[in-house]
């Protein structure tokens, strides 16, 4: 079901521990250190790590399937070759662990480098995965579509974690997580994890009880990819508790409702960018709570991979 993420919606016309809130208040990590870890290939991590502690996997138009209770883990995809690989996972309990992507996914195909959803009601978790490379194929208008990272597909009526992951530079949503709002009904809770310049956005939900915790949204607009930083879909509610989204004045930092259908987002812990700012579409509301401030100084969390061979060798586990 990966191959057309967007089916079922129509789009309106970076020490703190691993459980820590990323308010200014607990750690502050420099742009500088940011944006080196955003740039890595390689690194320290990747330096350390055998060859034989992964597998390589090459990106040759296939699509790989993980089944119930399956924990798919220690992968190394190469999308140098230049194809697309699809990854699906619908089914429950199932596992993605320790995934990272090797260079840009330069197919053109847009389509969903993950399709996933937990069926039967289930939990099921996707942790230390590195999607940095991007994709390099897209458009950046309103109404463009490109490839996406993670697509949550409307029949998920489970719950997913999403824990470590680095998300960077695709052209259509990072993690593409309110389809269930419109029929399964499923949670999403990402925690701990950093995406940078996507369009359309970078974390949005649409189920009551979905949330974001302890994690970055930066856009610089670098490559041309300006998306929301979190976006909630009806019905919601949706959290956001200890995170940083620094926007650089581009797009909404927040935004709560989409087609006419309100919804409501809970903010605390958190810094926002406030030239960005927050957006309410009609009857739709963010209720701003305790300790929220318009200082956001975006960094990589600690335990997110920054560079593919990290992801793979789980060497930051």
Known sequence: MAQNPRTSETEPTPTA?????????????????????????????????AEDDYEVIEAQGQTITIDAGETWENKLIDMTTGQDIIVTAHSSDWTIRN???????????????FGISDTSG?????????LGDGASTGNTNPNGHGQTAFWVAPDHNGHIDFENVNI??????AIYGSAPGNKGGGTIHI?????????????????EGSKVTNSSVYVDGSEGYVGRGIWAWAPGTVEVEGCQIEM??????????????????????????E??????????????GDSVGTDPSAFIPDGVPTSPEEAASGSQN
Do not use: M, W
């Open 248 to 273: 650089n004045g581009q797009n909404n930092a927040i935004v709560a409702g989409a087609n006419g259908n309100p919804t409501e987002v809970t903010v605390a812990e958190t810094d926002y960018d």
């Open 99 to 113: 995934v990272g992507f090797k260079g840009e996914n330069t197919s053109g195909t847009g389509t969903a480098t």
């Open 191 to 207: 925690d701990s994890s950093f995406a940078a310049n996507c369009y359309v956005s970078h974390f949005r939900l649409g189920t």
């Open 122 to 130: 289930g939990t099921s978790t996707v942790e230390n995965v590195y």
């Open 17 to 49: 521990g691993r459980n820590s809130g990323l308010t200014r208040r607990n750690y502050v990590r420099s742009l500088a250190a940011v944006a080196t870890a955003a740039t890595a290939i390689g690194g320290a991590g990747a330096a350390a790590a």
């Open 275 to 288: 030239q960005a700012g927050i957006s309410e579409e009609a009857g739709s509301s963010v209720q701003v």
């Open 168 to 173: 960077q530079n695709f052209s259509d949503n």
